[in-house]
């Protein structure tokens, strides 16, 4: 258990559709981070959000959006869904945004576009 | 992008160790070595991470080279639960610090 939760755990989509995707970090973590992992490979960083600002952003185009609260949960936010974009979206939290913290990972949302 | 190399796949018998290989040739003096696993369908579970010394915890060891151009997580005494993909990550030297996947170490523990 990483204390990191997500919901929904599951959620099919029609393409061109809207979807919110939430999270709620570790106990005291501050700092929230998103992935994408296709099937069979490995997940691809999102973005990241420290005390409720982007402070850092994958490759993925501006539809994909997040937000981060002031209990540091955090919501992402993807419009005009694609066919590609089914895929586990990850959430993982850590303290700070020191390169030596430890970042857990909640057990993700599957997403499926259709 | 993925700074590391591991090989694709390997096996090791039940109780004996498991000992994963991961080149990072190219790691900078202030990049730390991350290890995680991924049991199907489930979110990544962090094992262990270090800098320039050999650490230890509950799950596993990691070995660093002196130079660090490579590393080696040992599972001691793997068992069937063992069975995962494991990733040796070098963390992006920037303000994110985003962790860079690459494809992993696909281990199967046989009975």
């Known amino acids: 258990e990483t204390g990191v939760t997500q919901s929904p755990t599951h959620l099919i989509k029609t393409r061109g559709q809207q979807v919110t995707l939430r999270c709620s970090s570790q106990?005291?973590?501050?700092?929230v981070s998103w992935y994408q992992q296709a099937l069979g490979q490995g997940p691809q960083f999102i973005f990241q959000?420290?005390?409720?600002?982007?402070?850092g952003r994958g490759n993925f185009p501006p539809r994909f959006s997040g937000l981060q609260f002031p209990n540091y949960s955090s919501e992402l936010n993807v419009n005009a869904l694609e066919l590609d974009d089914s895929a586990l979206y990850l959430c993982?939290?850590?303290?700070?945004?020191?390169?030596?913290?430890?970042?857990?990972f909640g057990e993700g949302s599957w997403l499926t576009v259709v | 992008d993925a700074k590391t190399t591991q090989p694709t796949s390997m096996d090791c018998a039940e109780g004996r160790a498991a000992n994963l290989p991961c080149n990072h040739s190219?790691?900078?003096?202030?990049?730390?070595v991350y290890w995680y696993r991924q049991i199907h369908s489930q979110g990544p579970q962090y094992i262990i991470h270090?800098?320039?010394n050999n650490e230890t915890n509950e799950m596993a060891s990691l070995i660093i080279t002196e130079d660090r151009k490579s590393s080696t997580l040992i599972l001691p005494h793997a068992t069937l639960r063992d069975t995962a993909v494991y990733y040796c990550?070098?963390?992006?030297?920037?303000?994110?610090?985003?962790?860079?996947f690459g494809s992993g170490t696909r281990l199967l523990v046989r009975p």
């Open positions: 190219t790691i900078s003096g202030n990049e730390y």
């Open positions: 993982a939290s850590s303290l700070g945004v020191s390169q030596g913290n430890t970042i857990y």
């Open positions: 959000y420290y005390r409720e600002e982007e402070n």
């Open positions: 270090g800098l320039k």
């Open positions: 990550i070098v963390r992006a030297p920037n303000s994110s610090y985003k962790l860079i």
């Open positions: 106990s005291g973590h501050n700092t």
